[in-house]
């Protein structure tokens, strides 16, 4: 019994620790190479994001659909194989770095403005983003870890295992949205208004 307990104990992902741990590399990292070329990748990605912000396009649209709606299917993919453990803990940390990243960059970049614009950069996609990424990120885990202690699919549970992921592609579907045509207004109103280029 006990032993049943420890293996359904192993299979929770520790989503919040790794998403920590992935900002605190996000927060230090830019701290200590900021001289580099980061400066540099940081203005140009605040510059495109306001050309961007002017458009609000159909290729605009496409090239989020494409970028999120690819990773994804990689990560929800992972998840029927052995690999979806090391993608899910790795894809956490990286969610963590790259939200840590943003915003320091953008603190370092150009003082408290940035830090509106790192915000900026962030909404409202990134509330539907970040618990649909979690629960992406737990059902993957869970489903692969079970694959790979018991060397084996369950067939029973591939197909509740594939509606979870529909709802979660839905609740992005939603983010995408917010992203394409939401965030470009609120990018458009912060550089407007604090006039950082």
């Known amino acids: 019994m006990k032993q ?8 929770e992902l520790p989503a919040y620790y ?3 741990i992935g900002c605190v590399i996000g927060i230090v990292l830019p701290n200590l190479i900021y001289k580099m070329q980061w400066k540099q990748n940081t ?9 961007y912000a002017e458009k609000g396009s159909r290729e605009y649209f496409w090239k989020v659909l494409r970028m999120r709606g690819g ?12 690999f979806g453990v090391l993608v899910a803990v ?26 509106l614009i790192g ?11 970040v618990p649909c990424f979690f629960a992406v990120s737990k059902n993957v885990y869970e489903y ?9 699919s369950f067939s029973g549970q591939v197909s509740t295992y594939i509606v979870k992921m529909l ?26 208004n604090l006039k950082i280029f």
């Open 4 to 11: 049943k307990l420890s293996i359904n104990k192993n299979r």
């Open 18 to 20: 790794l998403f920590f």
């Open 43 to 51: 203005v140009s990605a605040l510059y495109l994001m306001g050309i």
């Open 71 to 82: 990773l994804f299917l990689l990560v929800a993919g992972s998840g029927l194989t052995i």
């Open 90 to 115: 790795g894809g956490m940390i990286l969610l963590g770095i790259g939200m840590g990243m943003l915003m320091t960059m953008s603190i370092l970049q150009f003082g408290f403005h940035g830090g």
């Open 119 to 129: 915000i900026g950069l962030m909404l409202p996609q990134f509330i539907i983003y």
């Open 144 to 152: 692969s870890m079970r694959i790979w202690k018991n060397h084996s």
């Open 167 to 192: 709802i979660c592609a839905v609740v992005l579907c939603a983010g995408i949205l917010s992203e394409v045509y939401c965030n470009p207004v609120i990018m458009k109103i912060l550089i407007q």
